[in-house]
Nanobody, 113 residues
């Protein structure tokens, strides 16, 4: 499985961004799509995930601001991020999990005044 992420950038506090991830390859054993992020000096953390059945989960601090969804194309996943805060600044990674984990390249999100 190959994952291609897009949509990062620099955004002012309170702004919105939409990250997208397109997966290619066999998705038969993939049960979870999601987004992780890693801020400078911090460990990578799961931001949001969506199962093959559409069940979603979010890390504390982004609920109500971020929304993960699967695209019209079966192998796409989006992360709509609203009301962005400086603490959301990080490199965001697309993730696909099943029998093994797959990672996309990171996309940088910078939130500043």
């Amino acid at each position: 499985v190959q994952l291609q992420a897009s949509g990062g950038g620099s955004i002012p506090i309170g702004g919105s961004l939409r990250l997208s991830c397109a997966a290619s390859g066999s998705m038969l054993d993939i049960v979870l799509l999601g987004w992780y992020r890693q801020a400078p000096g911090k460990q990578r953390e799961l931001v949001a995930g969506i199962t093959s059945r559409g069940v979603t989960n979010y890390v504390d601090g982004v609920q109500g601001r971020f929304t993960i969804s699967r695209g019209d194309a079966e192998n796409t996943v989006h992360l709509q991020m609203n009301n962005l805060k400086p603490e959301d600044t990080a490199v965001y990674y697309c993730y696909a999990g099943g029998h093994r984990a797959y990672w996309g390249q990171g996309t940088l999100v910078t939130v500043s005044s």
